[in-house]
Nanobody
Framework: QYRLVESGGGLVQPGGSLRLSCAAS????????IGWFRQAPGKEREGVSC????????AYEDSVEGRFTISRDNAKNTVYLQMNSLKPEDTAVYYC???????????????WGQGTQVTVSS
């Protein structure tokens, strides 16, 4: 069974930081590009960031550029999203997903995790 499990979400104050993790089981992440996505209440799921198979290329949604950093450790079969300077508008369920293509498009992803809640509120 292919699985992706996110962790590290929680409640933080504006300006705070969180580090999300995405651990894979049943397959190896090194064969895939990886994306982080989020879905806020009443909104469509959107691509936040993505990273290439070897980690050499990354991309970010404009609103998180300079605040979030995506990274991967293929030896640990894990992907991370470091989130700094968090804002209330970052509140959402965050998902990791894998795909063959380097992409932040939902339709390009093959496997999805269950999501982890991030709430930014004072």
């Amino acid at each position: 069974q292919y699985r992706l499990v996110e962790s590290g979400g929680g409640l933080v104050q504006p300006g705070g930081s969180l580090r999300l993790s995405c651990a894979a089981s049943g397959f190896t992440l090194e064969n895939y590009a990886i994306g982080w996505f989020r879905q806020a209440p009443g909104k469509e799921r959107e691509g936040v960031s993505c990273i290439s198979k070897n980690g050499g290329t990354t991309a970010y949604e404009d609103s998180v550029e300079g605040r979030f950093t995506i990274s991967r450790d293929n030896a640990k079969n894990t992907v991370y999203l470091q989130m700094n300077s968090l804002k209330p508008e970052d509140t959402a369920v965050y998902y990791c997903a894998v795909g063959v293509l380097f992409s932040r498009r939902v339709s390009d992803m093959r496997y999805w995790g269950q999501g982890t809640q991030v709430t930014v509120s004072s």
